[in-house]
């Protein structure tokens, strides 16, 4: 028959739309394996465990000794909300909340770049001429995102301080409260703003800089994960992905003590070019390889002061 005055049963919606809570923590294991290896991750559990850890902020190993445990209702929610997230694409780190970043545990999120193993042997650079110079005063980081490299070298390294800009307030919001999270006597300042602005007043020992580097055109052939989730302005840059790079080749000497370094992430494709553009603003120059073996770091020194 027709609809009637009457109310209409009332549906099932929410038994529909989520799962039920599973018994214990092995079967949420278990479906969260099974989540992600239908969507075609291949480290489905590994992952699953990944994340598992992170929502209950735990050692994962500590699930697979708990998998008969009872599953409570509110980490049940938590953990299905992120499995689903990496299910539908998102990238492991925004999904956990968390990246690795040589010795630290940072937060990431969307506001930043999801910190890549080359930039670990960015800072290395840094840290080990340091040490051989022994040079110990104040450190720049140009465009530092979730602070990875800035608080690296605060809590490796011996800097009286370490400055830390981007132009980005939200990504700086989010290097701050992991600078809150770790342990470090270095003092780590935080300034928004463009390029050299925030340390036009202070001369440097050093300046490191991961700066976006990758052309239009590329970003569009990049990964799903990387395109549609990780910030835009953090990795496109002008002129053919050479704008910021040109930019702080020409500015950067003027905050440099004698003798200092400057150290940026270049792109394989384009060290070449990254050269020749520091050969032109008065850098002695020359490209290191990063741990893939492809040419990564460009480590400058003023040519009429300094040695690389
Ligand atoms: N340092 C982080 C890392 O290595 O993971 C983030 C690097 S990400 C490739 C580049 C960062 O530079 C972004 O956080 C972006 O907001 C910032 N940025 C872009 N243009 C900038 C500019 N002109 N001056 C300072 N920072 C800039
Ligand atoms: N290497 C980064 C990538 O994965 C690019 C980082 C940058 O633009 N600085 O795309």
């Known amino acids: 028959m027709r609809s009637s005055t009457r ?22 294991l278990g479906w969260a394996a099974g989540r992600l290896g239908s969507v075609g991750i291949r480290e489905s559990r590994p992952e699953s465990l990944a994340l598992w850890g992170t929502i209950t902020k735990s050692d994962p190993l500590a699930a697979l000794r708990a998998a008969r445990k009872p599953m409570s209702d509110d980490t049940w929610e938590r953990f299905r909300d992120a499995v689903e997230r990496r299910a539908e694409g998102e990238p492991l780190a925004y999904a956990m909340g968390t990246a690795g970043f040589r010795t630290l ?42 602070g990875c490299i800035a608080l690296s070298l605060a809590v490796e390294g011996s800097f009286s301080r370490v400055i830390a800009t981007d132009t980005s307030a939200k990504a700086m919001a989010v290097a701050a409260d992991n600078a809150a999270a770790v342990k470090s006597d270095t003092l780590v300042d935080f300034r928004v703003g463009e390029f050299f ?21 590329e970003f569009e052939d990049l990964d799903d994960g990387v395109r549609l989730y990780e910030p835009r302005d953090a990795l496109v840059s002008p002129e053919n ?9 020409e500015d950067a000497m003027d905050h ?53």
């Open 256 to 308: 440099l003590n004698p003798g200092g370094l400057l150290v940026l992430e270049v792109d394989a494709r384009r060290a070449d070019p990254a050269i020749d553009i520091a050969g032109r603003n008065g850098w002695s120059a020359k490209i290191e390889k990063d741990v893939f073996d492809r040419p990564r770091y460009l480590l400058c020194n003023p040519a009429h002061g300094g040695n690389v």
């Open 197 to 217: 602005e925030p340390v036009r007043e202070t001369t440097l020992d050093a300046i490191v800089t991961n700066p976006p580097y990758v052309t239009g055109g």
């Open 241 to 249: 992905g050479m704008w910021h790079i040109r930019r702080i080749l």
């Open 105 to 146: 545990d940072l937060r990431v999120d969307r506001r930043v770049l999801i910190p890549r193993p080359e930039t670990e042997g960015l800072v290395q650079r840094v840290l080990d001429w340091a040490e051989a110079e022994g040079r110990h005063g104040i450190v720049a980081d140009i465009g530092t995102g979730s």
């Open 7 to 28: 109310s209409a049963p009332p549906t099932l919606k929410s038994e529909r739309s989520t799962n039920p809570v599973p018994a214990t923590q092995g079967e949420a």
